[in-house]
């Protein structure tokens, strides 16, 4: 019958006891070969993370992690595909033109992929040269918001609207980062022109002092008047400066106009409205306002 006849060839092909060996002999290879290479990529893997934990500074920064499940994948996807090799080598397969036929596909894919591989690269060097981290707050064109996440492809930053921007780590060249060392708040008010400038500098820097004195837990330097900067339609401007702690300009900024205000008011100082000065020319002989029209 036909399926006694396909039972046979079967039987004669694989089923029989030469056969059975040399299948039992390469399922014990490739059985071994797998668990050496996950053991390999396991201790490596273990290595790493002990590498990592024991610079403890490094170990508590945000993007330590990232950086640590980058790596270990790395490792683990070497592993593979060496005993992948090695798997099609025992089975017989000519390997060599599968890696040359690889080659040739990796080549075409990668003139198609530059953007990711450059996404990729630029991901990894941003984790390894702390460059940006979570919590941050970064400026890049018209984006500005804190970062939420920082992976090997992509970051993804909110903005003060709620906005959620993805952008790729490829783009991120050139961007400010608000969460290093220090920020300095920058206060600008104007007085009006007929107050006396040594006294509104006096009366600013009485105020930024007062607030230094109350708000040492996030400035670090004594805030400075840097005098008269500017002439305006109406008034002088001068400007207040104080250096403070990352991320805390805008909090010492608003209460720094608060203090210049209420310093201000106390001593009668006016701080100038908008104001335009206009000539009416008159007829000598009826008296009456000529418009620029007449």
């Known amino acids: 019958m036909f399926w006694q006849r396909i039972w046979d060839a079967v039987s004669e092909t694989l089923l029989a006891p030469e056969r059975l060996l ?6 014990v290879q490739i059985l071994l070969i797998a668990g050496i290479a996950w053991l390999a990529a396991w201790l490596v893997g273990k290595l790493v993370r002990r590498v990592f934990t024991s610079r403890a500074r490094f170990a508590r920064k945000p993007g330590a992690q990232t950086v640590f499940t980058m790596l270990r994948s790395m490792v683990y996807y070497v ?3 060496i005993a992948l090799i090695m798997v099609l080598r025992v089975v017989g397969v000519d390997f060599s033109a599968i890696l040359a036929g690889a080659g040739v596909v990796g080549l075409a894919i990668g003139f198609g992929a530059q953007t990711m591989v450059r996404d ?4 990894f060097f941003l984790l390894f040269e702390d460059s940006v981290n979570v919590g941050d707050f970064i400026t890049m064109g018209d984006i500005s918001g804190t970062v939420e996440f920082v992976g090997i492809r992509r970051t993804l930053v909110r903005a003060f609207d709620g906005t959620l921007y993805t952008i790729p780590n490829g783009e991120l060249t ?8 220090y ?4 206060v600008n008010v104007d007085l009006a022109y ?5 006294r509104g500098l006096a009366l600013a820097q009485e105020a930024a002092d007062a607030w230094y004195k109350e708000r040492q837990d996030i400035a670090l330097q004594r805030p400075e008047v840097q005098g008269v900067l500017a002439f305006g339609e109406s008034g002088m401007t001068i400007r207040v400066v104080a250096r403070v702690r990352p991320l805390k300009h805008w909090e010492a900024e ?3 106009r608060n203090r210049l205000k209420r310093g201000f008011d106390s001593q009668d100082v006016e701080i100038p409205f908008a104001r335009r000065v206009v000539y009416l ?4 002989a009826s008296g009456q306002v000529r418009s620029p029209k007449d």
Do not use: I
């Not at 990729?120 to 991901?123: E, K, T």
């Not at 400010?176 to 060392?181: E, Q, S, V």
């Not at 920020?183 to 920058?186: E, L, T, Y």
């Open 281 to 284: 020319k008159t007829d000598g």
């Open 194 to 198: 007929e107050q006396d400038a040594e």
């Open 174 to 181: 050139k961007f400010g980062n608000k969460n290093r060392d």
């Open 183 to 186: 920020m300095q708040a920058v």
């Open 22 to 27: 040399g299948l039992a002999g390469k399922l």
């Open 254 to 256: 608003r209460e720094l």
């Open 79 to 81: 592993f593979f595909f």
């Open 120 to 123: 990729f690269l630029s991901g």
